[in-house]
Nanobody, 124 residues
Framework: QVQLVESGGGLVQAGGSLRLSCAAS????????MGWFRQAPGKEREFVAT????????YYADSVKGRFTISRDNAKNTVYLQMNSLKPEDTAVYYC?????????????????WGQGTQVTVSS
């Protein structure tokens, strides 16, 4: 079992930055690929970014590529999402998730454990 707790969400103006954190506890953190998803009101949950067991392999949705950076610190059991140049369309609840599949999982059903989510609101 893996427990995930997100933090760092909030209200920011367009063009601003936020850094989300996801602290993991339970089974070996470094054995899981970690991902971020988001869900806006009335929309399906969508893939944002994933980072594999080793921090050198990262993948992003086209909508955030060049603006968001995912990273992990296996010593601290924490994964981060640095979000720059935020846009109003980035407004959503952001979820951290852990996957036992180390092949760049992008589907929500490829993830085994989920956090409770943190709200990010970008004002125009």
């Amino acid at each position: 079992q893996v427990q995930l707790v997100e933090s760092g969400g909030g209200l920011v103006q367009a063009g601003g930055s936020l850094r989300l954190s996801c602290a993991a506890s339970g089974r070996t953190f470094s054995s899981y690929a970690m991902g971020w998803f988001r869900q806006a009101p009335g929309k399906e949950r969508e893939f944002v970014a994933t980072i594999l067991y080793t921090s050198s392999n990262t993948y992003y949705a086209d909508s955030v590529k060049g603006r968001f950076t995912i990273s992990r610190d296996n010593a601290k059991n924490t994964v981060y999402l640095q979000m720059n140049s935020l846009k109003p369309e980035d407004t959503a609840v952001y979820y951290c998730a852990a996957s036992r599949f180390n092949d760049a999982p992008r589907g929500w059903n490829e993830y085994d454990y989920w956090g409770q989510g943190t709200q990010v609101t970008v004002s125009s």
